[in-house]
């Protein structure tokens, strides 16, 4: 188990999904992690958002749509120290501002940016939330990845915006790049992978995309559970250091993996 009341700046810090029917992604959520909502809050004239509880502990948040033509997706936020500065940083290293910097009041204030390749995060200023409160364990986000057609240039925006910098194992469609946040010590002692890593970068084919991955006690479980509630399998099993990792669509069309790992002793 690994509790968070803080993040520093530059380190993903909360997943959100936004849902045509929300009570349907709450039902379903619930289901595949063991989520209890918490709320509703108000989003935007007539929607709502609830935040996503396991044992009690915030770990991601899901809303209504805030427009019709918007897709449904899984967001990302990245921690900013002050969230006008980071939207001109991003503006600067050639981002683009998706939905310009509003108050969350009293959790903190936000904004929802692009890299140059579309792949579309958020910003998060936490004032009474920081962000995720539980990771890295089953029914938890454990960490976000990032799609890119070019993966080189991309490392230099989220080097420009955010500090990162990067570690690239492997070429082609088999490379895999660790974003890391030099000082930053997070994650948990064992993991194989330095404790700087904050994100994972891929060479993507299609558009730009982040999404979140949850760890969970079996992989193949939470796939079969997956498909059972009108979702499928975009990436059949396969390994990865932490354990066996599916890439999901849910119900409603938001990407997102599952990895099974053992953490409940």
């Keep these: 188990m690994s509790q968070r009341n803080e993040y520093p700046a530059g380190v993903p810090c909360w997943v959100e999904t936004f849902q045509p029917d929300v009570d349907a992604a ?13 709320g509703p809050g108000p989003l935007g004239d007539d929607g709502s958002y609830y935040v996503a509880r396991l044992r009690g502990w915030d770990v991601a948040g899901i809303g ?6 918007m897709a449904t997706t899984w967001l990302t936020s990245v921690a900013v120290a002050a969230v ?9 290293a050639g981002g683009s501002v998706v939905t310009a910097p509003i108050d969350a009041a009293p959790a ?4 929802v940016v692009a890299d140059p390749f ?13 962000g995720a409160q539980l990771i890295n364990e089953p029914g938890a986000w454990a960490m976000s990845q990032l799609a ?11 080097a420009a915006a955010y500090g990162w910098t990067t570690e690239t194992f492997g070429t082609g469609d088999g490379m895999v790049t660790l974003f890391r946040l030099p000082g930053y010590v997070g994650g948990l002692p064992e993991q194989p992978v330095s404790r700087e890593v904050v994100a994972t970068m891929v060479q993507g084919h299609g558009p730009a995309q982040w999404s979140p991955n949850f760890w969970v006690p079996d992989a193949g479980a939470a796939e079969k559970l997956t498909a059972e509630h009108g979702g499928r399998t975009v990436v059949p099993a396969f390994t990865t250091p932490p354990g066996t990792t599916v890439v999901l669509v849910d119900p409603q069309g938001a990407l997102f993996s599952v990895t099974g790992v053992d953490r409940t002793g």
């Design 64 to 69: 209504s749509l805030p427009a019709p033509d």
């Design 118 to 130: 579309g792949a579309v995060h958020g910003l998060w200023e936490g004032a009474s939330r920081a």
């Design 108 to 111: 903190g204030r936000s904004a």
């Design 84 to 92: 006008d500065v980071a939207v001109e940083a991003v503006t600067r």
């Design 148 to 158: 890119s057609p070019d993966p080189g240039l991309a490392a230099e925006f989220y």
């Design 26 to 38: 709450l039902s379903f959520y619930n289901t595949l992690f063991g989520w209890d909502p918490f």
